[in-house]
């Protein structure tokens, strides 16, 4: 039998049970979003919130790639930027700041947030304790999450936690909507990709299988869905101990396009395209010539396609496949897709 197919060998690796905290994904945005656990001190009302000029949102790893689809999500309405640092570059009194720490006790985020509290009043965060509770808790206005998941896993749960921070600062509007429509596409496509449907009729394990042997670099078509190919290359990364490499189009075309003229490696990568039906022309044009120097050198790549009439339901729409051919990877590879050995080495050697 597939060990695709073979629940009692995936328990044996699964052992932390990874399989379940994906593919709830609908159940997290559903809890984040309608029942968010939303901290305001009394001192919130007195803010002016017009006075709000950008936006800056700190986070590490998994915690982070929620900022990284706000600011291609939201990034037309207000300055964003994305922090994965010590520092905040720049910061003044009309920036809000939101700190994003599944932990609470990320050494990079934390120093963010002691800095931005000497700079603005206009500070939120999103965490399920450590030190960034002990600071935000009775000052600044925070969601208070679910604790026990790797930060890579909670991507419902941070994301929309956001979505209703930036809600509450009315830096965007509501969202319900859309949100709505969201759990109902993902609620959908569960059936199609549990570990319940065989290979043959699953499109996650099956792009596993072929994904299996070769490191992926994965493309998005256009830089709105850059944060989307690096989510996939991260959970690659984390889930199947596995390397991976992302870019765009179509910066791309510039530079690593090159690359691909290089004789011999045909078995060793394989590109993965992530794009809309609708890509604009100049895209779309690009894309195909891509794909003709593909087949002219006999690389085999794989190509998805996102969903949905916002950006932010598109997006979404790939993170569950994507986070679902990255746990069936690990479980081709047998390895743990929850543990995560060099990191905790890395942490313990620079503590």
Not at 69 to 94: H, M, S, W
Not at 134 to 152: A, M, Q, S, T
């Amino acid at each position: 039998m597939n060990i695709l197919d073979d629940l009692e060998k995936q328990k044996l690796l699964d052992t932390e049970d990874m399989y379940h905290k994906i593919i709830h994904l609908p159940e997290q945005i559903l809890n984040s979003y309608f029942e968010p656990n939303i901290h305001k001190p009394g001192s919130f009302e007195q803010l002016n919130l017009k006075e709000i000029r950008r936006v800056i949102i700190c986070g590490m790893g998994g915690s982070a790639i929620s900022g990284d689809i706000a600011r291609a999500t939201f990034g037309t309405k207000i300055p964003f930027e994305v922090v994965k640092n010590y520092q905040i570059p720049f910061l003044d009194e009309n920036t809000l700041v939101i700190i994003c720490s599944y932990s609470g006790n990320t050494e990079e985020t934390v120093s963010c947030l002691k800095q931005a509290c000497s700079k603005t009043l206009f500070i939120g965060a999103i965490t399920s304790g450590g030190e960034v509770k002990e600071i935000v808790d009775k000052n600044y206005c925070w969601v208070e999450l679910h604790p026990g998941l790797p930060p890579r896993s909670a991507i419902g749960y941070l994301f929309f936690s956001l979505m209703r921070i930036l809600e509450t600062f009315e830096i965007i509007s509501n969202h319900n909507e859309k949100v709505n429509f969201i759990i109902s596409n993902l609620m959908k496509k569960a059936g199609a990709i549990t570990h319940r449907t065989p290979s043959e009729k699953n499109l996650a394990k099956s792009s596993a299988e072929k994904i299996k042997g070769k490191i992926p670099i994965i493309y998005s078509s256009n830089p709105q869905l850059a944060p989307l190919a690096y989510r996939w290359k991260c959970q690659f990364n984390e889930n199947s101990k596995y390397p991976a490499f992302f870019h765009t189009f179509p910066e791309m075309n510039h530079n690593e396009i090159e690359g691909w003229e290089v004789k011999g490696f045909e078995n060793l990568f394989i590109p993965i395209i992530l794009k809309k039906l609708d890509d604009e022309k100049n895209y779309q044009k690009r894309i195909n010539a891509f794909k003709k120097i593909l087949k002219r050198n006999n690389i085999e790549y794989l190509e998805f396609f996102v969903e949905g009439k916002s950006l932010i339901e598109e997006i979404f729409s790939l993170i569950y496949l994507g986070d679902m051919i990255s746990y069936y990877l690990a479980i081709l590879q047998k390895v743990n897709p929850t543990s995560i050995e060099f990191i905790n080495f890395l942490k313990e050697e620079i503590s």
